[in-house]
Structure formats: structure tokens, C-alpha cells
């Protein structure tokens, strides 16, 4: 295995629909109790200790977590919580289940079990589901590079007690892995994923599973006149840039013959070009290829998945550098499909990269497209990094985005892509500008700029990840980068196949 792709052993998953026995009980090392706000006397009495357990909840308030310990001869420790009564969305369940995975890791425990009695079936299965995908989360070791590797007990299997059925997880565990797999590469220090390393990588995912792998470099994208991708790369030190194709074709193909297209961007380290960040905005310019990592790993989960459709997955791989030979404010250049840009700001770099991959992907007529970015910072601005902000070139697309995000808990808001913006990015010198000479809704102007690239006949949903990276953690995931768009994107494509054809009709005159 590539020495950047994470290598970390999955828990093992057990289920045991009949419900948890003093025995099994006793080989655990910790225990998660979550119960209904208003548990019913019949859900105290399945857990062990029950009694004393439910006379400690009473001392303490609704929405605490509880913590002790089990009398025996192991010293199970218990974690037990009551979902809070206002907690009915899934992102709100999810919040819920991290806190609880996030308390029962505490100790490093080699072996979990789950137990949620007094819920109905439904809603033990969803939240049951949550706290693996919280599990599988916190559970999930970012890369390091110290002297030695630290000493550290592994989560080796979960458990899932008294579900009264056996539950279809294969989809919660390929979206958990594609998940963290988003994190592990976002994570990863500029100096040791570059444009090479990626690429290394990448083709060894590709040999796994099935992908054909073509990269055009900086001599191809010039003689396809990819003029808004060089215009980025042209700063950097090595000449090692270009736009990586991953193509999945599935055993059976069903219809529609035309692919699906993710894009990308995969800015290496962005330092602004010449003009230059601040030091304090360019610590975590690393992770500005998050949605590269994100439409990598959304690739890899429709792999495993066998999803029945051809994929596409186009990442712009490049850095952002400043020096004697990158572009400067008012340079002009030409994007492959004969589009010319004025250039206002170097560090408006992630709208140029895409693009010519826009482009390149449009080619190919894909049914439906969807770029991944951290794009502005006026998104972030607007949402905070709690929400990510959708654009789409078909209205119901960007409705089924949000349904999507509400559904699967990566919480998304679609903004307005009226015409008249397109006022704001006027040029005198070519057929458009960059970006506007100020921010004020920088992040609609993206979008705005990035349709034109986009052909009529693809439906296309454009992602800005303002939720890509979040100090505090978001949901079920801990602080750090946080993979978001990969299950959002699932939940798009999987949900509902038949609703999405619909969705993706175009719109009658």
C-alpha cells in the first residue's frame, strides 16, 4: 500500500439482533447506553445495573452524558445518554452520537458495544447507524509523522445489541471509509502530498479497483488551449501540474449510457500567487485541495458500491505560488473552450483550475456534473463551517442537494444564480472577468463565472466546502478536516436513482 493512503485495520461489526447478556456484556471494555428523553421503566430494567443507573440520570441534567463503571470483573465502562428531545434531524442525532463515541474512546478501548432500548425499530436502526459512523470517525487517527509512533490502543470491533433485526450496514461502512479517507488526504502536509505523491496514489486506487487512470500534463493542456489551468501553474517551481482522469466503468451498465462527472479542485498549497496572503490565512492553505479529495473518495465509495453508472472523476492538481512567473491582475488568457478572462485577483486561482476541467468534462456530455471546492471565503463568511453552499444550473437539482444534506446530515444552502450577476464580472478587455474587484457575494460571482464553462445539455451542482475543515469538529466528526460533500453525495446518487432521473430532466421550455 502507498505509504500516504491510510492503512488502519476497520473495527470488526457484530450484531447480535436478540440483545446484550451479562455475558457478553462482561468481554466488553465499553458500553453505550443511549435512550429515548422520556425512557419508558422497561429500558432501565434491559440495562445492567439499571436501577442505579436510572436513579444517577435523575441527579443530572437531560442532555448529560453519564459515565461509570459496570460491577465486574472487567470494569466495563458505561456511557450512556439521553437523545435529546429536540434532536430530530439526523444532523442533530449525529451531533448526539459523537458526543457519546467521543466520551466511550476516552479510555482507548479495544471493544464496544451499543445498546438503545426503548426506541422503536425505526428509530434504533438511524440512530444505531449514527453512533458506527461516529465510532468509525473518532475512532480514525489523522496522520502524524513523529520519531517513533505513539502507543495507543485501536478500536478493534463494535458490537450492536437488541435491534431485534439484522441491519444492511454496507453503505453506512463504504461511506464512513470514503469519509475519512477525504480526511486522511486533506489532512496530509503540502511537502509530502504533491502533485507526484497524489498521483502515485491515485493509481494505486485505481488498480484496486478497476479505474483506467490518464493524467494531462502542462504540454497536453497547452495544446488544448487549457489556458486558465496554465495561468495557475505557470508559478510553480516544478512543471508538474495537469488535470488527473479516473474513470470507473461498472460490470453492467444501466441506463443512461452517459457518465457522471465529479470535479475536483485540488489546489496542492495555495500561497495567493502575487496576491499574497497574510501568514495567519496561509497556515492550512494544505487542505485547499479538499475537493479533490472529496470527489476521490466519492469515487471510490460508488466503486465498492458497484454503482451502475459510469464515472468520471477529474482532479486539478496544481499549487498557487508566487513568483517571477505566475499571473498577475489584468493578465488576459483564453480557457479551452475559447472563453477569454481578465484576471483580477491571483488568489481567485481555485475558479481558473476548474475551469478547463469544467470543459474537459463537459466533453464528454455527462449527464450530471458536480465540482467540489473550497472555493471562497465569502461562503464561509455567509454559512459559517457548519453549512456548505450550493449552486446548480437546474433549480430542482439544487432543492434534491438540500433534501440530500438534510437526509444524510451534511447540512447544505443553495444560493440565488440569477443572470444579472454576470453585471459584476464584466470586462472591457474580455469576454469576462475573473472575479469582481471586491468580495461582496464573491461566492455567488464563482458560480456565476464557473456556468460558462459547464455545457447547457449537464445538469451540474457546483459545491462550495466552506464546511471542509472545522476546529471544533462538525457533527459526528472531530475537529480537523471533516470529508464533508462525500456522504452528501451518496445520498444524492443513492437515495432515491428513479427521483433523481426526474430531477435531472431538463427543464421544458
Same mark, same amino acid.
Given at each position: 500500500m502507498h505509504a500516504l493512503l491510510p492503512n488502519q485495520d476497520e473495527p470488526r461489526l457484530v450484531q447480535r439482533p436478540q440483545g446484550a447478556t451479562r455475558q457478553t456484556v462482561d468481554g466488553l471494555d465499553q458500553l453505550i447506553v443511549a435512550l429515548p428523553p422520556a425512557p419508558p421503566a422497561d429500558a432501565w430494567r434491559q440495562l445492567p445495573g439499571g436501577a442505579a443507573l436510572q436513579a444517577a440520570a435523575r441527579r443530572q441534567q437531560k442532555d448529560a452524558v453519564l459515565r461509570g463503571r459496570l460491577s465486574n470483573a472487567r470494569g466495563t465502562g458505561i456511557t450512556l445518554a439521553r437523545l435529546p428531545a429536540d434532536a430530530r434531524c439526523a444532523f442533530a442525532r449525529q451531533q448526539f452520537a459523537g458526543r457519546l463515541a467521543a466520551a466511550a474512546l476516552d479510555e482507548r478501548p479495544a471493544s464496544i458495544g451499543l445498546l438503545l432500548p426503548g426506541f422503536s425499530a425505526d428509530r434504533a436502526a438511524a440512530l444505531a447507524q449514527d453512533l458506527l459512523l461516529a465510532l468509525l470517525a473518532q475512532a480514525f487517527r489523522l496522520p502524524a509523522f513523529p520519531g517513533k509512533p505513539p502507543r495507543q490502543r485501536r478500536l478493534r470491533s463494535i458490537r450492536l445489541f437488541g435491534l431485534g433485526q439484522r441491519l444492511s450496514l454496507d453503505a453506512t461502512l463504504v461511506g464512513a471509509r470514503a469519509q475519512n479517507l477525504a480526511r486522511w488526504l486533506t489532512a496530509l502536509p503540502a511537502n509530502e502530498l504533491t502533485v507526484g505523491s497524489y498521483r502515485e496514489l491515485a493509481a494505486e486506487l485505481a488498480e484496486q479497483h478497476g479505474w483506467r487512470c490518464r493524467f494531462l500534463d502542462e504540454k497536453r493542456l497547452r495544446k488544448l488551449g487549457a489556458g486558465a489551468f496554465l495561468a495557475v501553474s505557470q508559478g510553480n517551481a516544478q512543471r508538474d501540474a495537469g488535470i488527473l482522469r479516473l474513470s470507473y466503468r461498472p460490470a453492467r451498465r444501466a441506463a443512461p449510457a452517459q457518465p457522471l462527472a465529479l470535479i475536483g479542485k485540488g489546489i496542492l498549497f495555495d500561497t495567493g500567487g502575487n496576491n499574497l496572503k497574510p501568514h495567519k490565512s496561509m497556515l492550512d492553505m494544505h487542505e485547499d485541495m479538499a475537493g479533490s479529495a472529496v470527489a476521490l473518495a466519492t469515487l471510490q465509495a460508488l466503486s465498492e458500491l458497484e454503482y451502475p453508472h459510469a464515472v468520471d472523476c477529474w482532479l486539478a492538481l496544481s499549487e498557487n505560488r508566487a513568483s517571477a512567473t505566475a499571473c498577475r491582475p489584468r493578465d488576459v488568457i483564453r480557457a479551452c473552450n475559447g472563453t477569454t478572462i481578465e484576471i483580477i485577483h491571483t488568489d481567485a486561482e481555485g475558479r481558473l483550475v476548474l475551469a478547463d476541467t469544467l470543459a474537459l468534462a463537459g466533453r464528454e456530455g455527462p449527464a450530471l456534473m458536480l465540482d467540489y471546492a473550497t472555493l471562497t471565503g465569502a461562503c464561509v463568511h455567509a454559512l459559517t463551517e457548519r453549512y456548505s453552499g450550493v449552486f446548480s444550473n437546474r433549480p430542482a437539482l439544487a432543492e434534491w442537494l438540500l433534501a440530500s444534506g438534510r437526509r444524510c446530515g451534511e447540512r447544505v444552502w443553495s444560493f440565488p444564480m440569477d443572470a444579472d450577476y454576470d453585471d459584476d464580472i464584466k470586462s472591457r478587455i474580455a469576454d469576462v472577468k475573473q472575479c469582481s474587484e471586491n468580495a461582496s457575494g464573491d461566492h455567488i460571482l464563482a458560480a456565476r463565472f464557473l456556468q460558462r464553462f459547464v455545457p447547457?445539455?449537464? =445538469?451540474? =451542482?457546483?459545491?462550495? !466546502?466552506?464546511?471542509?475543515?472545522?476546529?471544533? &469538529? @462538525?457533527?459526528? /466528526? +472531530?475537529? &480537523? %478536516?471533516? &470529508?464533508? &460533500? /462525500?456522504?452528501?453525495? @451518496?445520498?444524492?446518487? @443513492?437515495?432515491? +436513482? =428513479? =427521483? @433523481?432521473? $426526474? /430531477? !435531472? $430532466? %431538463?427543464a421544458r421550455a
Open positions: 447547457r445539455s449537464s =445538469a451540474w =451542482a457546483h459545491v462550495d !466546502l466552506s464546511a471542509a475543515s472545522r476546529k471544533d &469538529g @462538525l457533527g459526528h /466528526v +472531530p475537529g &480537523g %478536516p471533516t &470529508g464533508f &460533500g /462525500v456522504r452528501l453525495s @451518496l445520498a444524492c446518487l @443513492l437515495d432515491d +436513482p =428513479a =427521483a @433523481l432521473a $426526474q /430531477v !435531472l $430532466q %431538463p
